[in-house]
Nanobody
């Protein structure tokens, strides 16, 4: 089991940037880590994921070219660099750990953090 804590959310203007962090405890370096987001009234959706060793990544089409996922296993942390933010990126962002590859399927992820709010103003 992995414990995950997200941080780095906040309020930013459209076009701005934020970097989210997901700090983990447990056997973190063995797991794929993903980022998901959920806006009010919408289902939780996939954002990005990275394999345990960082050799493979996956992104939702809506964030490709704007968001970058990375990890530092020595620090037990995964990052989500978000650039060129849009109002539609507003959501609670969650990180999650999976035994599988960098899949967008939320039900492949066993452990979840509590989330961090990202608000993008127009």
């Amino acid at each position: 089991q992995v414990q995950l804590v997200e941080s780095g959310g906040g309020l930013v203007q459209a076009g701005g940037s934020l970097r989210l962090s997901c700090a983990a405890s447990g056997a973190f370096s063995r797991y794929t880590t993903g980022w998901f987001r959920q806006a009010p009234g919408k289902e939780r959706g996939f954002v990005a994921a990275i394999l345990w060793n960082g050799s493979r990544t996956s992104y939702a089409d809506s964030v490709k070219g704007r968001f970058t996922i990375s990890r530092d296993n020595a620090k037990n942390t995964v990052y989500l660099q978000m650039n060129s933010l849009k109002p539609e990126d507003t959501a609670v962002y969650y990180c999650a750990a999976s035994d599988y590859g960098p899949t967008p399927a939320w039900n492949s992820y066993n452990d979840w953090g509590q989330g961090t709010q990202v608000t993008v103003s127009s």
